[in-house]
């Protein structure tokens, strides 16, 4: 008896050691980490490249009303996209979530699909760890490529 209780005892450290292992490995990945808090723009970035030259990369950040600059994104575990209006409301009857759509990572984590009633857009996703992420995409015109980058801090 004491053997068979020894036995299930060391089976027991055994199994809560490797879900430790396993649940900071799987903290480290690129979807624990967009789950992983509210993330808050902080740059709103533009640039057109004609025929391969790139021009300067504008930000339009400061164009955004003040009451907009503290909303958040959460991206869930349930894959959605929730925008939250945060403090400060433009419009108090406005809701303070809305889901913009839903979110999926492909491409072996390099790009995340936004999916909405719209249609997809595919991001590319330049920057992510614990605090920043850097997110752009292109559409292309022709010889002209109109490149949109997002810049977010995570406000956790």
């Known amino acids: 008896m004491k053997k068979m209780t020894l036995a299930i005892a060391l089976l027991g450290l055994i199994s809560v050691s490797s879900c430790k292992k396993d649940d900071k490995k799987s903290s480290n990945t690129k979807e624990a980490k967009l789950t992983s808090g509210k993330w808050q723009l902080t740059a709103s970035l533009y640039q057109q490249i004609n025929n391969g030259v790139a021009g300067t990369e504008d930000d339009d950040f400061d164009e955004i009303e003040a009451c907009e600059k503290d909303d958040f994104v959460l991206f869930t575990a349930e894959k959605n996209i929730v925008t939250d209006e945060g403090p400060t409301k433009c419009d108090p009857s406005d809701y303070q979530q809305t889901t913009q759509g839903t979110w999926s990572l492909i491409e072996n984590d390099s790009k995340m699909r936004q999916s909405s009633f719209f249609g997809n857009v595919d991001w590319v996703i330049e920057q992510l760890d614990d605090?920043?992420?850097r997110i752009s995409t292109t559409d292309v015109d022709g010889?002209?490529?109109?490149?949109?980058t997002s810049v977010y801090k995570n406000i956790k």
């Open 143 to 148: 010889t002209i490529t109109h490149k949109s």
């Open 131 to 133: 605090n920043n992420l």
